[in-house]
C-alpha cells in the first residue's frame, strides 16, 4: 500500500473522490478519530490514563470528538474542550453519551487550565488543514496554556521518532507527564508551506491522515513533531492511486520491493562491481567510507580509484581490507586530468561508478572532472606567459564511457564550478546527483535558504531541467526523477548530522546501481537504508548524537535485514 505526501488542495481532493467513491466524509471522520485512539490506547494503559481533547469548529474538532468517544469507551478518563464549536454537535453528542464531559473553552479557562495540570494527555483538535489566519485571541490563549504546561512537565528530551504505521517498529518513548498529541497536524503548522504561528505547541505524537501533508515534512513544521504516525482513514486504494499526491512517501514496504534480488547461484561478478574515485590527502578518509558503504550494500566487487598517499592511509582499515586498489595520477594528493588515462582502461570492468567523496577543490581535479564526464571540450587550458599564448599539456585522452554514476561532494562543486551548460552533455537518467542543500545551492545559483524553503519543488524542477535523479539531503531527504516523480525518506534523525555520512550514502547507491538498481530506485533504497540505519544507531545507543559515521557503515546490514522484519510486518 503506497502512502503519498499530499498539498491541502490534493487533500481536499482526494477527500471529495473518496466521498464521491462511496467513502462519505463522515465515515473518514470516524475512521480518523479511531485511529486516534487507537494509538493512544497502544501507548498508555486506559485505567489511570486522563485525556484532555481540545476540540476546534472544523472538520480536526469533529476527528478529536470521534477519538474522545472511543477512548472514553476504551476506558481513558476523557474530557473536552469546545472551542468554537457548538455544544450540540453531533459528534460532542455522541462523545458526551459515552461518559465525556464536555465543556466550553471560552467560557472557563481555569476550568480548561486545572484540566491541563492533571492530564497525562492532551488531544490537540483544534485546527488542521484548515489554518487561514494567525492565531490570536483565545485560541492563542488556549495553547499557551497548554505550552506552560508542557515546559513545566518536560523531564528530558526523548530521542526524536518519525514513524508511518499504526504499529511502530521502535518504541516511542513517553518520558513526559504531559504528552500532547496532535490530529491529523499540530494546530498553527501551515500544512502547505510548513511555516509555524508562534503559538503551535509541538506535539510528541501527530496521527496524520491518508498521508503527510507536505508542511509537515518541511522546516520549520518539521521541528514542532517528533513521531508522526500515518494512520488509514480507509480512502479506497484505486482512489488513492488515480488523485495526484506531490510526492511518494518511501515507506518499508517500498524499499523492500527494490531491494535487489540475489541468485542463489551468484558470484561476486554477479552482484556487480563499484569503482570509488575521490580522495585527496585533506580528504583521504571519504573514499573509504563510501567504499565500506559499498561493501554492505551487498554488491561484489568494490575498487577505490585514489591517490597512492590515501590508499597507503587506508588499506590497513579494517572493512577496507576487502576492497581492491587503484592509483591514479596526482600532485601533491590532489587527482589530476592525466587519471583518465589510467580509468579509460579500467572503466569499461565496472556496473556503477561513486565520483566525488574527498576529491578536493583543487583546479586540476575539478579539470580531471569535467575531463570524466566528458565536459572535456570545455576545460579552460590555464594561460601562461605573457600575453594570450596559452600552454597546451599532453593532449587529453578521450573520456571513457560511464556506468551509471553517483555525482557526489566536490565533484558537485565541480560541475557547479563548470562554466557552461554541463546538463545537457551528460547521457540523460545515468546519473545520481547527491547535493547537501549548500552543494545544491551552489549548482543551482541560489542561496542555501533558497534551497530549503522550496526543498521539493526546486528538487523536482532540476532533476527535470537535468534529466538525472536528484537527491536534496537533510532531514526528509527528498529523491527526485527525472521523469519529475519525487519521494521523501520518512526519516528525520540528526544522528545521521555528522562527518562522512554523506561519503557513506554515495557509496550505499553507488552499490545499488551496480546490482543493476535504476538510478531513482538505488537512491530511494539507498536513502532509506541510510535512515534505516541511523535509527536503529539510535535506538541501540538511545540517544540521536556521537554516532559515527563508519557506524553507519557497518549498521547498513542490520538496516537490510530490518527492512525485511519491518516490511514483513
Ligand atoms: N484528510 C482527510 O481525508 C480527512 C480530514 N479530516 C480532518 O479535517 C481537517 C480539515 O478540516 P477543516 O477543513 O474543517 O479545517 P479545520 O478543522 O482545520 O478548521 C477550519 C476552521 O477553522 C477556522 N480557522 C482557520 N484558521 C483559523 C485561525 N487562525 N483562527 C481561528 N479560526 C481559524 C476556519 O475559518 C474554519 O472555520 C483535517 O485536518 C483533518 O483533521 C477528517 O475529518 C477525516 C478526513
Ligand atoms: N536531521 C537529519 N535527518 C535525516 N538525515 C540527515 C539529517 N542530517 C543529516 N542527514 C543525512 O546525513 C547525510 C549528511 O551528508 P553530507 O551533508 O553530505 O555530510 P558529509 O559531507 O559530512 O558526509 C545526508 O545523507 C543527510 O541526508
Ligand atoms: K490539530
Not at 554541463?422 to 534551497?451: D, I, K, Q
Not at 540505519?533 to 538511545?542: C, I, K, P, S
Request: hydrophobic residues 45%; contains cysteine.
Amino acid at each position: 500500500m503506497a502512502i503519498y505526501v499530499y498539498t491541502t488542495e490534493q487533500m481536499r481532493a482526494l477527500e471529495r473522490a473518496a466521498d464521491a467513491a462511496g467513502h462519505s466524509y463522515a465515515e473518514m471522520m470516524e475512521e480518523a478519530g479511531a485511529a486516534v485512539a487507537r494509538v493512544i490506547h497502544m501507548l498508555w494503559p486506559a485505567e489511570e490514563t486522563r485525556v484532555v481533547v481540545l476540540a476546534g469548529p472544523g472538520n480536526n474538532g469533529g476527528d478529536g470528538l470521534v477519538a474522545a468517544r472511543f477512548l472514553a469507551q476504551a476506558g481513558f478518563s476523557v474530557t473536552a474542550f469546545l472551542w468554537k464549536r457548538p455544544e450540540q454537535d453531533q459528534q460532542a453528542e455522541q462523545a458526551r453519551a459515552t461518559g465525556v464531559a464536555i465543556f466550553p473553552a471560552e467560557e472557563d479557562l481555569h476550568r480548561l487550565q486545572r484540566a491541563i495540570e492533571r492530564a497525562h494527555i492532551v488531544i490537540d483538535a483544534l485546527l488542521g488543514t484548515g489554518l487561514n489566519r494567525p492565531i490570536e485571541g483565545t485560541l492563542a490563549d488556549i495553547l499557551k496554556i497548554v505550552q506552560e504546561e508542557q515546559k513545566r512537565s518536560r523531564q528530558f528530551d526523548d530521542a526524536p521518532l518519525v514513524w508511518f504505521t499504526e504499529d511502530p517498529s521502535f518504541s516511542i518513548k513517553i518520558p513526559h507527564r504531559l504528552s500532547v498529541v496532535a490530529v491529523d497536524i499540530p494546530t498553527g503548522i501551515n500544512s502547505d508551506t510548513g511555516a509555524v504561528d508562534p503559538a503551535t505547541v509541538p506535539a510528541d505524537i501527530t496521527i496524520t491522515f491518508a498521508g503527510p501533508k507536505v508542511g509537515q515534512l518541511l522546516s520549520p513544521a518539521a521541528t514542532m513533531q517528533k513521531a508522526i504516525i500515518v494512520a488509514d482513514i480507509g480512502i479506497p486504494e484505486a482512489v488513492k492511486e488515480a488523485s495526484p499526491a506531490i510526492a511518494e512517501l518511501v515507506t518499508p514496504a517500498l524499499a523492500a520491493t527494490l531491494l535487489p534480488e540475489r541468485s542463489l547461484l551468484g558470484h561476486k561478478g554477479t552482484f556487480g562491481r563499484v569503482l570509488i574515485i575521490g580522495g585527496s590527502v585533506n580528504y583521504p578518509g571519504a573514499p573509504g567510507l563510501a567504499a565500506m558503504a559499498a561493501l554492505r550494500s551487498g554488491a561484489g566487487l568494490i575498487t577505490l580509484g585514489v591517490p597512492d598517499l590515501v590508499a597507503m592511509a587506508l588499506a590497513p582499515k579494517q572493512d577496507l581490507t576487502n576492497c581492491t586498489w587503484l592509483m591514479l595520477p596526482h600532485d601533491l594528493g590532489a587527482l589530476k586530468p592525466d587519471a583518465i588515462k589510467v580509468l579509460a582502461d579500467e572503466i569499461p570492468a565496472y556496473d556503477a561508478l561513486v565520483l566525488g567523496p574527498g576529491l578536493g577543490q583543487e583546479e586540476m581535479t575539478f579539470a580531471f572532472v569535467w575531463a570524466l564526464l566528458g565536459l572535456r571540450a570545455h576545460v579552460a587550458p590555464r594561460p601562461s606567459g605573457i600575453g594570450f599564448i596559452k600552454e597546451h599539456a599532453t593532449p587529453e585522452p578521450e573520456a571513457p564511457t560511464l556506468p551509471p554514476t553517483v555525482i557526489d561532494a566536490d565533484a558537485l562543486n565541480a560541475l557547479a564550478a563548470f562554466d557552461e551548460e554541463w546538463a545537457p552533455r551528460l547521457p540523460p537518467n545515468h546519473f545520481v546527483l547527491t547535493p547537501h542543500p549548500g552543494e545544491m545551492a551552489r549548482l543551482c545559483g541560489v542561496e542555501p535558504s533558497y534551497v530549503q524553503a522550496n526543498r521539493l519543488q526546486l528538487a523536482q524542477q532540476k532533476a527535470q531541467e537535468w534529466q538525472q535523479t536528484v537527491v536534496l539531503k537533510g532531514a526528509y531527504t527528498i529523491i527526485a526523477a527525472p521523469d519529475g516523480h519525487v519521494s521523501v525518506s520518512p526519516f528525520a534523525t540528526p544522528v545521521l548530522a555528522t562527518a562522512g555520512t554523506g561519503d557513506v550514502l554515495a557509496g550505499l547507491i553507488g552499490g545499488l546501481l551496480a546490482q543493476g538498481l535504476a538510478p531513482y530506485d538505488a537512491a530511494r533504497l539507498g536513502v532509506f537504508l541510510h535512515g534505516l540505519a541511523g535509527r536503529l544507531l539510535a535506538d541501540e545507543y538511545e540517544t540521536d548524537r556521537g554516532v559515527l559515521a563508519t557506524e553507519v557503515a557497518q549498521w547498513l546490514t542490520h538496516a537490510i535485514s530490518a527492512l525485511a522484519n519491518i516490511a514483513g510486518e
